[in-house]
C-alpha cells in the first residue's frame, strides 16, 4: 500500500475530525479510508486514532505522527515546487544578519547570485559583529563564525574558516620572529574582542593555563586588526577570508606554522521552526554548496 496515501489519509481524517468527511474530501469511500488508516496503524503497531460512534480522536501517538505527517507532506510539495520554477514562489523579505568583514568581503556574490535565482525575493542585509537574538529581532538566518554551543537554533554549516597567525616584515625585522607559542609572551599580541580567550583559539591543551599574550590594542574589527599588524603594530590572528589576500601580497606573513590554531566554520543559523518559510528554505538551500569544502580565499594559500 503506497505509504503517502495512507499519510495523506490520515491527515484528512485529522483534519475533517470524522472518517465520512475525509472521504469525501479525498473523493474516495469511508470504507478506503478505514482500510488505510488500518493499514496505517499496522504498519507502524500503534494506535494512532480514537473511533468511537460520535467522533474521531487522536492519540498521543496520533498526534505526534500527525505533527511529522504535515511536515513530510510540507517538504514534498516543496520539492515539487522546486521542480516548476520554485523562483516564481519564492517571495517575500529575507532578513539576514552576518559579520562585518565577511559580509563585506565575500557575502556579496552570493546575494547577487541568489537573487538572480529568485528575483521576486527581496533581502535585508544587517552586518554586524555583535551577537544577534534572532527570535527576538525577527530575523530569518544568521551567518555565524566560530564553534558554536548548543542551542535551540538550527545551525548548518556552510564553510571552514581557517585562522593564521601573522606580522608585518617590518616588525619581524625590529621584534624578532616567535618560534614556539611561549615566544609570544614576549610581542605584543593585536586582539580582536569578540573572540574566546586566546589561549583557548590556539587550542594546545598543554599551555592552556600558561599561555597569557601581552595587548595594548584591542579591537572590534578584524580588517582594522589586520591593518594594524600591517603598520607594524604587532602580532595577530585573523580568519584567511580577511587577512589572505595580506598575505598572498607579502603585507604580512604568517608565523609559527606548526602552532596553526583549529579552523572554526561559517554557519547559518536559523529558528527551529516546524515549518520553515519557504524563502528560509531556498536561502539554506542555496548557500550550503556555495563556497565548497575549500573557499576559494584559502585557495591560493
Not at 167 to 194: C, E, I, V
Request: glycine letters at 6%; charged letters at 20%.
Amino acid at each position: 500500500m503506497d505509504k503517502l496515501t495512507t499519510m495523506k489519509t490520515f491527515l484528512a481524517v485529522v483534519q475533517e475530525g470524522s472518517f465520512s468527511k475525509a472521504a469525501d474530501k479525498l473523493d474516495i469511500s469511508p470504507q478506503l479510508v478505514s482500510k488505510y488508516i488500518s493499514a496505517l496503524e499496522d504498519n507502524l503497531r500503534t494506535r494512532l486514532l480514537h473511533r468511537t460512534t460520535r467522533k474521531v480522536s487522536v492519540t498521543e501517538a496520533g498526534n505526534q505522527y500527525y505533527q511529522r505527517c504535515q511536515q513530510v507532506i510540507i517538504d514534498i510539495e516543496d520539492m515539487e515546487n522546486s521542480l516548476n520554477n520554485l523562483s516564481e514562489n519564492v517571495s517575500g523579505v529575507l532578513s539576514i544578519s552576518a559579520p562585518m568583514s565577511f559580509g563585506t568581503k565575500h557575502l556579496a556574490g552570493l546575494l547577487v547570485d541568489f537573487q538572480k535565482q529568485y528575483p521576486n525575493l527581496k533581502l535585508d542585509l544587517r552586518l554586524t559583529d555583535q551577537y544577534v537574538d534572532i527570535v527576538e529581532q525577527g530575523i530569518d538566518i544568521a551567518l555565524r563564525i566560530g564553534v558554536l554551543k548548543n542551542s535551540t537554533l538550527i545551525a548548518k554549516k556552510i564553510a571552514p574558516i581557517r585562522l593564521a597567525v601573522f606580522a608585518s616584515p617590518d616588525y619581524l625585522k625590529r621584534h624578532g620572529t616567535p618560534q614556539t607559542l611561549l615566544d609570544l609572551q614576549s610581542h605584543n599580541y593585536l586582539r580582536y574582542s569578540h573572540s574566546e580567550p586566546t589561549k583557548r583559539l590556539f587550542g594546545v591543551n598543554e599551555l592552556k593555563s600558561e599561555l597569557k599574550l601581552e595587548s595594548n590594542f584591542v579591537a572590534n574589527n578584524g580588517d582594522l586588526l589586520l591593518n594594524t599588524a600591517i603598520a607594524g603594530g604587532g602580532i595577530a590572528m585573523q580568519p584567511t577570508f580577511i587577512a589572505g589576500e595580506a598575505l598572498a601580497q607579502g603585507k604580512v606573513v604568517r608565523i609559527l606554522n606548526d602552532y596553526e590554531p583549529e579552523p572554526m566554520g561559517l554557519y547559518m543559523v536559523y529558528a527551529n521552526r516546524q515549518f520553515l518559510p519557504s524563502k528560509v528554505r531556498a536561502f539554506v538551500d542555496f548557500a550550503s554548496g556555495y563556497y565548497g569544502d575549500t573557499p576559494y580565499w584559502d585557495l591560493g594559500e
